[in-house]
């Protein structure tokens, strides 16, 4: 999949930024990610994942917005990764209308609450603080489409795999996508939970 295949607003934003083509982690998953497939996708550090979940979010989202309700989740490890991934996102939406907010440990509960209700396309999270959420009915995940872990070896430690394993009992239809950059014992574990058809695509 080369970057002419995508929406046109987003085409012309990877255009500005400089991104001129696909690299070669990109071509592999971008299709893959398109088709709707559940996906393990392992590739070492610096290799375009966090571009190829961006671009892949933006583009399964028509990059537009939509009613109230989140239509991607993205779980990250700290509130550090989460403001990051957030000021990356709003580099690529930038021209058009999708609404992105993160959700971390810090923050007042009840603000976030009322931030999500509001209206978001796409939620950057952590685990804990998301769960929380979910708990107090803070975030309704009927409309979501994207289910995504990102550098997703984090859930190895403390109590994140937990809090994450919740949150697809209460979802009926969604994409599934893990991050990382080596396949650890306890990512394997998601396919016992929701992710028994996943496929992996891995890069050396």
């Known amino acids: ?30 299709p893959k ?3 709707g497939a559940d996906l393990y996708l392992i590739a070492p550090r610096n290799s375009g ?10 583009q399964q989202l028509n990059a537009e ?18 403001l990051a991934l957030e000021e990356k996102f709003r580099d690529f939406t930038s021209e058009t209308d999708l609404r992105v907010y993160s959700a971390y440990d810090e923050q007042n509960i009840d603000d976030q ?49 937990n809090h994450i394993l919740r949150i697809p009992l209460s979802i009926s239809k969604c994409q599934y996508l893990v991050f990382g950059e080596s396949m650890e014992p306890k990512m394997e574990r998601l396919q016992e939970q929701f992710m028994d058809r ?7």
């Not at 994942?49 to 933006?58: E, F, H, M, P, Y």
């Not at 917005?65 to 989460?82: H, N, Q």
């Not at 769960?131 to 994140?160: C, N, P, W, Y």
């Open 65 to 82: 917005a939509f009613e109230d309700s989140p239509r991607a989740l993205i779980f990250v490890k700290d509130k550090e990764a989460a």
């Open 113 to 161: 609450k009322d931030a999500i209700y509001y209206g978001v396309d796409i939620v950057i999270a952590t685990p804990q603080r998301l769960s929380k959420l979910f708990s107090m009915t803070g975030i309704h995940l009927g409309q979501l489409k994207m289910f995504v872990i990102e550098d997703a070896e984090f859930i190895s430690r403390g109590g994140h795999l």
């Open 198 to 204: 996943a496929q992996i695509i891995k890069m050396k």
């Open 33 to 35: 990610i398109k088709s």
């Open 49 to 58: 994942k966090t571009t190829a979940l961006i671009i892949s979010v933006i």
């Open 1 to 30: 999949m080369s970057f002419k295949k995508l929406k046109p607003v987003l085409k012309s934003t990877l255009e500005e930024m400089g991104f001129e083509s696909a690299n070669a982690f990109q071509k592999k998953a971008l």
